[in-house]
């Protein structure tokens, strides 16, 4: 399957900063990627549908300007939690899009704590 | 409200048993399906998509779709140990579009045990 690589894989910041984590997809282009969080004993929930050079698509309830989304290229995505509060504690993970089968790879995610 | 929904279980099997997951939708529209596994405090890795009525088979797995039915399974055949983890049923509700969204049932946890 497709490799997709996220970083970094665990993160711990104070209240009030910023956390950015990249999503890169290593051996295929990816005109989109995908956005989820999960908590415990939950199940994934998209927060946002990154597209290349374009605006990302918030799902409903997402604070598009809580969670800043840019895809630069092709091959990577970033997600910017800004002003970070304890509750946005979560684990958080992205994926990325083959153009054949609509198949989406993951990457490991990036568990965040925020004190 | 796109909904999937999944025994959550657990599920347990002997070794060697069959393990059965099953799935339903809401949204009528859905094209694609997908069954992915997930290991505790990994992400998920696909197991099997499918497309169309029908079985689809891949090794020990294999995957059932009725869409009149709304209903989605797995089968995994002759169950390991390493098959415990946590099996999420996911739906593509994006018809005629490219944006491809996937939505999680919140998973079921299967334990194989020796």
């Known amino acids: 399957g497709a490799v997709v690589s996220q970083h970094p894989s665990w993160v711990i910041c104070k209240s009030g900063t910023s956390v950015k984590i990249e999503c890169r997809s290593l051996?295929?282009?990816?005109?989109?990627m995908f956005w989820y969080r999960q908590f415990p004993k939950q199940s994934l929930m998209l927060m946002a549908t990154?597209?290349?050079?374009?605006?990302?698509?918030?799902e409903q309830g997402v604070e598009k300007d809580k969670f800043l989304i840019n895809h630069a290229s092709l091959t990577l995505s970033t997600l910017t939690v800004t002003s970070a509060h304890p509750e946005d504690s979560s684990f958080y993970i992205c994926s990325a899009r083959t153009s054949v089968g609509n198949i989406q790879y993951f990457g490991a995610g990036t568990r965040l704590s925020v004190l | 409200q796109k909904e999937v929904e999944q025994n959550s279980g657990p599920l347990s099997v002997p070794e060697g048993a069959i393990a059965s997951l099953n799935c339903t939708y809401s949204?009528?529209?859905?094209?694609?399906f997908f069954w992915y596994r997930q290991y505790s405090g990994k992400s998920p890795e696909l197991i099997m998509s499918i497309y169309s009525n029908g079985d689809k088979e891949d090794g020990r797995f294999t995957a059932q779709l009725n869409k009149a039915s709304q209903y989605v399974s797995l089968l995994i055949r002759d169950s390991q140990p390493s098959d415990s983890a946590t099996y999420l049923c996911a739906v593509n509700i994006d018809r005629g579009s490219t944006l491809g969204r996937l939505y999680f049932g919140r998973g079921t946890q299967l334990t194989v045990w020796p």
């Open positions: 949204d009528r529209v859905s094209q694609s």
């Open positions: 051996d295929f282009q990816a005109t989109t």
């Open positions: 990154s597209n290349e050079g374009s605006k990302a698509t918030y």
